[in-house]
């Protein structure tokens, strides 16, 4: 019998629900403590999302915020990793765009968001803008490192099979540089959820920046904490889709199932 609980605790436990029973013990004695007013409790969120899911608010704005998370952080990953290839693999190319990059990549999405907003305007363009700058940098840095790591063993083996610069570059430099490049990929996802929130609160009237946002207006602290949880699920289960995706197609370029 205690061989069976402990076998069953281990399951729990690697699947991560020990955990999230955890989270939400506290967070149910938080709210007791706090009140639902100040913090409300998974109760008191459940039935302020249950709200927001019937008059299919939350629903719509998800697919909002999905879309523009979706569509940022592809054209981002687009952008960035030809940037990083060509930096890690041609010094002049890393001697003229690595200073932009390292001084750029400190400088928050939400600093540009003014600047977006009058260029682009208050559409969809200035939205999108923010998510593609918050992705691009995690995804060059990470595909630089992928090029500087590939040892110089496999180079010179590639060039004494009469193998020319290109076909290196392709063949050796792009397949070994793959782990980095997902690595990259993954935090940039990161990334272009952060910065749809601030983007949605400031320059939006629809999405789960904006129900968060405008929900301190009515006093409906259970709508933020749906807004915030359905944020912190999105990037949950993204992570896991694109771990699996990992593992299962790019398992050949090395890439794991490691965390």
Do not use: C
């Amino acid at each position: 019998m205690k061989k069976l609980a402990a076998q069953i605790f281990d399951f729990l436990l690697n699947k991560g629900l020990v955990t999230w029973a955890l989270l939400v013990l506290i967070w149910g004695i938080a709210a007791l403590i706090n009140g639902t007013e100040f913090l409300p409790g998974p109760l008191t969120t459940l039935r302020g999302g249950k709200e927001i899911v019937v008059n299919g608010v939350l629903f719509q704005y998800m697919g909002i915020s999905f879309m523009r998370i979706f569509t940022g952080w592809a054209l981002g990953i687009v952008t960035a990793v030809p940037i990083g290839l060509l930096i890690g693999q041609f010094r002049i190319v890393r001697r003229i765009l690595e200073p932009f990059i390292n001084f750029f990549r400190f400088i928050p999405a939400i600093g540009f968001l003014t600047l977006f907003l009058m260029w682009l305007g208050v559409g969809e363009e200035s939205k999108i803008a923010i998510i593609i700058y918050a992705t691009m940098f995690p995804v060059i840095i990470n595909t630089i490192a992928g090029v500087s790591s590939i040892s110089p063993v496999m180079i010179q083996v590639a060039q004494s099979q009469g193998a020319s610069a290109g076909q290196i570059f392709f063949t050796v430099t792009v397949p070994a540089s793959v782990p980095h490049i997902f690595t990259g990929v993954r935090l940039g996802l990161s990334g272009a959820i952060i910065s749809i929130v601030a983007a949605e609160m400031l320059a939006a009237q629809k999405g789960i920046g904006y129900l968060i946002y405008t929900s301190r207006l009515y006093f409906r602290t259970d709508w933020i904490f749906v807004g915030i949880l359905t944020l912190g699920l999105t990037g949950y289960f993204s992570d896991r889709l694109l771990r699996y995706f990992g593992r299962t197609v790019l398992k050949r370029f090395g890439v794991t199932d490691r965390k």
